[in-house]
């Protein structure tokens, strides 16, 4: 079984400032890593994902993430956020092989200010 | 391709009733997903489908919860004897199977039971 921990769960930034949304995750298989953007009363959208490969990944809006596998970690990045960033943002695992269902974590809410 | 479509975007129901809701995958989408998620929390897995079949259902889908999927095409999920604690978001998504690129989410069906 896999599991995720987003530790903060808001995170207030002022605009055009860095981001950082911290994920770690547990799992004794291979896993594939993800962010979802959640705006309110919306389904979620794909930011990023880490299949293999190169540990920096860049997404959708800026965004780009870091795999880093010794200490079990998916951690978000933005260098210049916007208010239009303002959202729940939620790191998922799923496991290599079989199913692809995705566990989640509970989410940081990113408020972004003027 | 409209993407995935769920009905109803939000239902209200008194404790005791029986509520359907209609998920509609993206067309070439052989997996589909439903997932539960309540306020504040990541969304939890429920079920999932390839074709018709229906390969794993998670322990918090209780005898009151049934989903199916005939002909492979759209999905339903039905809850019977509602209780206050099924109000929650109801997610269904769908992919390809054994893709890698992540889910296509529906913008969920909110549920409230008064």
């Known amino acids: 079984a896999q599991s995720v921990t987003q530790l903060d769960s808001q995170v207030p930034v002022f605009e055009e400032a860095p981001v950082e949304l911290r994920c770690n995750y547990s799992s004794s298989v291979s896993v594939y890593l993800f962010w979802y953007v959640q705006y309110p009363n919306q389904g979620l959208q794909l930011l990023l994902k880490y299949l293999s490969g190169s540990t920096l990944v860049k997404g959708i809006n800026g965004f780009e993430a870091e795999f880093n596998k010794s200490q079990t970690s998916f951690h978000l990045r933005k260098p210049s956020v916007h208010i239009s960033d303002t959202a729940e943002y939620f790191c998922?695992?799923?496991?290599?092989?079989?199913?692809?269902?995705?566990?989640f974590g509970t989410g940081t809410q990113l408020k972004v200010e003027l | 391709d409209t993407g995935v479509s769920q009905n109803p975007r939000h239902k209200i129901t008194k404790r005791g009733q029986n509520v359907t809701f209609r998920c509609d995958p993206i067309s070439e989408h052989n997996r589909l997903y439903w997932y539960r998620q309540t306020l504040g929390q990541g969304p939890e897995f429920l079920t999932y489908f390839q074709n018709e079949a229906q390969l794993e259902k998670s322990r918090l889908l209780s005898d009151r919860f049934s989903a199916e999927r005939p002909k492979g095409s759209f999905s339903t999920l039905e809850i019977q004897r509602t209780e206050q604690g099924d109000s929650a978001m109801y997610l269904c998504?769908?992919?390809?199977?054994?893709?890698?690129?992540?889910?296509?989410f529906g913008s969920g069906t909110r549920l409230t039971v008064v």
């Open positions: 998922a695992v799923s496991a290599t092989g079989g199913g692809n269902k995705l566990t």
């Open positions: 998504a769908s992919s390809l199977a054994a893709t890698t690129s992540g889910y296509t």
